[in-house]
């Protein structure tokens, strides 16, 4: 009898047991990612999504996001080519290709890759001139982005982009730079002058060349220019007689 219920409590301890480590070993993976399992330590598979078991005491795992991480590369103080110190910080957009080189390959694969995205960004703006960094920052980025993406494939990261968020400029360079500016506007300011001062002096020649050769247009042209001041009472009006209408008086005179 006492045999019986001992084996009965036994058997009950056992169920509990197992009803325990069942539930202790059941792991949900979500869509968005993968299991790495290590069973005593070793490398044993990955776990894809759904539901998975993992033995407790005897298998662990580590869960790994294979979204694209965003990541803020802090600003760094890089001199370019022709050694003018600036400002620069960039984001970088990356993913998870490889769970198992990820874990098993790098410690912290996130601080690993954004931590290579700076030194990276250092000396890609120290290869280029002041003018090509501002002129060709999309240039510059996919450079950035093709090195860093080489490198970390060793730790199954995939790059997918990195983009130059803020060059910010030495303050006396900042002046020199709107000097600059305000002396090619004043440039296209005199050009374009100049050029409608050439347009205007084609057309008053061109006028002057059609009133000399008409007859009686100059005198047409004098009573026009009156009749438009006359309109104005406030205008006091000088008037200069055309010296063909002088030649015209001798002419009468002398008859």
């Known amino acids: 009898m006492m045999?019986?219920?001992?084996?009965?409590?036994?058997?009950i301890i056992l169920v509990?047991?197992?009803?325990?480590?069942?539930?202790?070993?059941?792991k949900v993976v979500n869509e968005y990612e993968k299991g790495v399992r290590f069973t005593l330590g070793i490398y044993s598979g990955l776990m894809m999504p759904g539901l998975r078991f993992v033995f407790p005491l005897i298998q662990s795992w580590r869960r790994i996001d294979i979204r694209t991480v965003v990541v803020d590369v802090?600003?760094?103080?890089?001199?370019t080519k022709d050694n003018v110190t600036v400002i620069?910080?960039?984001?970088?957009?990356?993913?998870?290709?490889?769970?198992?080189?990820?874990?098993?390959?790098?410690e912290d694969y996130e601080y690993a890759t954004g931590q290579f995205a700076q030194t990276t960004m250092r000396d890609v703006v120290g290869e280029a001139s002041l003018d090509e960094l501002l002129s060709q920052r999309e240039k510059i980025s996919k450079r950035i982005q093709q090195i860093v993406d080489k490198d970390t494939d060793p730790w199954g990261i995939k790059v997918e982009s990195v983009e130059l968020k803020h060059i910010e400029l030495p303050e006396e360079m900042k002046r020199v730079m709107a000097k600059q500016a305000e002396a090619e506007r004043e440039k296209r300011a005199v050009i374009i002058k100049a050029s409608g001062e050439v347009i205007a002096a084609a057309g008053m020649a061109k006028a002057a060349t059609k009133l000399a050769t008409t007859p009686g247009a100059l005198h047409l042209r004098t009573l026009q220019s009156i009749n438009d001041l006359s309109s104005d009472k406030s205008n006091t009006v000088v008037y200069a007689i055309p010296s063909e209408i002088l030649?015209?008086?001798?002419?009468?005179?002398?008859?």
């Open 3 to 11: 045999l019986s219920l001992l084996a009965g409590s036994l058997f």
């Open 16 to 26: 509990i047991l197992a009803v325990i480590i069942l539930f202790a070993g059941l």
């Open 74 to 79: 802090p600003q760094q103080d890089c001199i």
């Open 88 to 106: 620069v910080n960039a984001v970088l957009y990356f993913r998870v290709a490889n769970a198992e080189k990820a874990i098993l390959e790098v």
């Open 247 to 255: 030649r015209m008086l001798q002419r009468i005179n002398g008859k």
